[in-house]
């Protein structure tokens, strides 16, 4: 009975993170649920003149201006597809403000400890940080973790 009650102990002492599970395309992507700060359905998104490729423009959210970024072209994957299931991902960072992400589809919650994220040094072939800060590991599914500041990070990476 004293090893269950060490073997309960430890694992309330990792720590756990929740991911809100999204999909791209045909991949899973967790976004840190402590930067979301709401979840909308896809509206209309009025375009800003000379603004980067893959900021999309801006909606009228509640009263607030938000710019909306789509991930896809951020990443260079092909154009985003509307569709019943779209969302507008809306992150606060707080130096920034708030900013609208696309994404396909929301699919649920995960919690992750630190034992189930693999977070080798992911570069891309040239070399430059990517997007990806960590696989997580959920059962059997693997899900990039975004970094998202490297996603918001205003260089031109499209």
Same mark, same amino acid.
């Given at each position: ?10 694992? $309330?002492? @990792? @720590? ?9 395309? +045909? &991949? ?18 009025? $375009? ?13 959210? $509640? ?6 970024? +789509? ?14 299931? +779209? ?7 707080? &130096? ?11 699919? &649920? ?18 070399? $430059? &940080? ?29």
């Amino acid at each position: 009975m004293a090893l269950n009650q060490i073997e309960t102990v430890e694992s $309330r002492d @990792k @720590k756990v993170t929740q991911y809100i599970v999204v999909q791209i395309g +045909s &991949e899973k992507y967790g976004i840190d649920i402590s930067y979301v700060d709401n979840i909308v359905r896809m509206q209309k998104i009025t $375009r800003v003149p000379k603004a980067q490729p893959y900021f999309k423009g801006i909606i009228n959210l $509640r009263g607030e201006i938000v710019p909306v970024m +789509s991930i896809r072209k951020k990443m260079g994957l092909e154009e985003d597809v509307e569709t019943g299931a +779209s969302r507008i991902i809306i992150l606060k960072i707080e &130096e920034k403000g708030s900013l609208g992400v696309m994404v396909d589809s929301v699919n &649920e919650v995960v919690n992750l400890t630190e034992d189930q994220i693999e977070t080798n040094n992911i570069t891309s072939s040239y070399g $430059r &940080e990517t997007f990806i800060n960590g696989i997580g590991k959920n059962g059997d599914q693997l899900i990039s973790l975004f970094e998202i500041n490297a996603i918001i990070d205003e260089k031109d990476n499209a």
